[in-house]
């Protein structure tokens, strides 16, 4: 059952990103810059259609290694994961659920990525400051993910050992 809910925080957060993706790279410069000296001056930089590519890229490849398991599992491809979660397990669930808000919550940081390099670039109409607490906050919530799948994995083979005496 909740992994139904993390399949849909998952799906809204593709949707996002590509809005994110699509909406900034429409209001970026042609010469994106990502070094900045004290004075403003732009230190290094990379073409447009390179954000555009190289984050659409990273897109892909985290959701594909992200997806990647609990596909595997919901489709029993993966006999070895499957028989560890069976269905009925409620562990399967969870295990389900945490895979797909994880990757709601990777998409969700290349949002905010996306939207930081809009916000260095685009000075004068938004100010990066004011999203500090979103870009420190990012980091604190998927490690924090990463901690809960350490507790979920420790709770079922605690339930194993438990169920084999």
């Known amino acids: 059952m909740y992994y139904r809910f993390g399949k849909v925080?998952?799906?809204f957060s593709v949707l996002v990103f590509l809005f994110a993706l699509l909406y900034f790279y429409a209001a970026l410069p042609e010469q994106i810059g990502f070094r900045f000296d004290d004075q403003?001056?732009?230190?290094?930089?990379?073409?447009?259609s390179t954000f555009f590519y190289g984050?659409?890229?990273g897109f892909l490849v985290?959701?594909?290694v992200t997806i990647y398991t609990p596909k595997t599992l919901e489709t029993k491809a993966n006999r070895k994961l499957h028989r560890l979660f069976p269905i009925g397990d409620p562990y399967r669930d969870y295990l389900l659920a945490w895979f797909y808000s994880f990757g709601g919550?990777?998409?969700?940081?290349l949002s905010l990525a996306a939207l930081f390099v809009h916000a260095i670039n685009n000075q004068e109409v938004i100010s990066a400051s004011a999203y500090n607490l979103w870009f420190l906050l990012m980091p604190v919530v998927l490690?924090?993910?990463v901690g809960a799948l350490f507790v979920l994995l420790f709770k079922k083979f605690k339930s194993t050992q438990v169920g084999i005496n």
């Open 143 to 145: 490690f924090v993910w």
């Open 40 to 48: 403003g001056i732009l230190l290094r930089d990379f073409a447009k």
């Open 105 to 109: 919550w990777v998409n969700a940081s």
């Open 9 to 11: 925080f998952y799906f």
């Open 62 to 64: 985290l959701n594909l």
């Open 55 to 57: 984050l659409a890229f």
